[in-house]
């Protein structure tokens, strides 16, 4: 079994994507060829932000919106504490200080209720993730920032394609950044990432920033970077793009499975009703994880910890860290374990895992639920 079945997805998609990587061979423009600008106008209009910025990956994204928002050092982001080191990373490489809000015991995104008292004069932005595909509480974040008159980077890395009181992920604040890293929910086969903004002046800044800070050819107007997504990759992303909205319908149904199998026998990170979720990880809490662990990966089941060590206490990061102590963090860190998700993932494979995880754990599936059919887990026709 796969922990995301990459290769049914490609095999899936497999003439669209050749199509699509042969006229950029065909063209030659490797970089900034127009299968970019052809990806940004489509991004843009399905997240409904005015402006897509396709940079080199998802953590260029976020610093490429930290400089456009120009954060500098001496400043402070109050972010997670419970993400990928990205999200932290961002913020030590242009000398300000990530500011740790504890995390929400019941879906392991920001807590949103202890952002405000961690504001001070140097704070210059918020940065929310939306952590295993579900949006983060994003309208009383963007309130708290606008009481206090900061902008709002959502990091949707693994969200992109939720939705949220009527609105898509990545068109949720000032800005919102994702990433096209290949087990993404829309990923490509290298790296690559994306920022949104209905911004005209930021969307212009970051458009700068990811070709060294240029105007115009050689002319240097603002500190940048080498960030942009090279042609290929977004003609990737244009080619999987066709199947996106039906693969994540099939990430919704595999998901119910797991829910029916699992609801009220383990415990399960949760998803709010308010808002939908890409399902980039399903996540379940355990008290005895690596015991657990172990027994799934002897029966061929492939298992993930995202993630194993909260930011804030990094080697490289404990040091440069503000705000408090975050122990649900902590706690959640040592519990949580991601099973095999993906769109490819049929009944037979998530009552395999179900059964599975639940006889490691000390259970098992009641007899009527073991024969019951899953709510929608026949995996349907492809388009």
Not at 137 to 156: F, K, Q
Not at 251 to 259: E, K, L, S, T, V
């Amino acid at each position: 079994m796969e922990f995301i079945d990459l290769k049914a997805q490609y095999q899936a998609s497999r003439e669209a994507i050749g199509h699509r990587i042969q006229s950029v061979l065909d063209h030659g423009q490797y970089i900034m060829g127009p299968e970019v600008a052809e990806l940004e106008e489509r991004l843009a209009d399905y997240t409904g932000a005015r402006h897509c910025i396709t940079v080199a990956s998802g953590t260029e994204a976020l610093l490429i919106a930290l400089m456009a928002l120009g954060v500098e050092p001496g400043d402070e982001v109050i972010t997670t504490p419970f993400s990928f080191i990205a999200t932290a990373e961002v913020i030590v490489l242009l000398g300000a200080t990530p500011v740790f809000a504890d995390i929400d015991p019941a879906t392991c995104n920001i807590d949103a209720g202890q952002i405000e008292a961690l504001v001070t004069p140097r704070t210059r932005a918020i940065m929310p993730v939306s952590l295993y595909g579900q949006p983060a509480d994003m309208d009383e974040i963007n309130a708290i920032a606008a009481r206090h008159g900061l902008p709002v980077i959502e990091d949707a890395a693994q969200s992109f394609g939720a939705n949220y009181h009527g609105r898509k992920s990545c068109n949720l604040s000032t800005i919102g950044c994702t990433s096209f890293f290949p087990s993404k929910p829309l990923g490509c086969y290298g790296d690559g990432g994306a920022l949104f903004t209905s911004d005209d002046v930021l969307a212009r800044a970051a458009r700068e920033i990811r070709v060294h800070g240029q105007s115009r050819r050689y002319v240097h107007t603002r500190l940048g970077v080498g960030g942009r997504m090279d042609t290929l990759q977004c003609a990737i992303v244009l080619a999987k793009l066709e199947r996106f909205e039906w693969e994540l319908a099939q990430r919704q149904r595999a998901g119910a499975a797991y829910d029916a199998l699992l609801s009220g026998r383990v415990r399960l990170v949760g998803r709010h009703r308010d808002r939908s979720s890409a399902l980039a990880q399903y996540t379940v809490v355990l008290d005895e994880r690596e015991r657990v662990q172990a027994t799934l990966h002897a029966r061929g089941i492939p298992t993930a910890v995202h993630y194993p060590v909260p930011m804030h206490q990094q080697p490289a990061y404990a040091r440069l860290a503000g705000g408090p102590p975050c122990p649900v963090a902590v706690e959640m860190a040592a519990k949580v374990m991601s099973l095999p998700m993906g769109p490819y993932l049929d009944d037979a494979g998530a009552r395999q895992v179900a059964e599975a995880l639940l006889a490691a754990a000390g259970g098992s599936l009641p007899a009527a639920a073991q024969a019951a059919p899953l709510p929608g887990a026949a995996l349907p026709a492809s388009p």
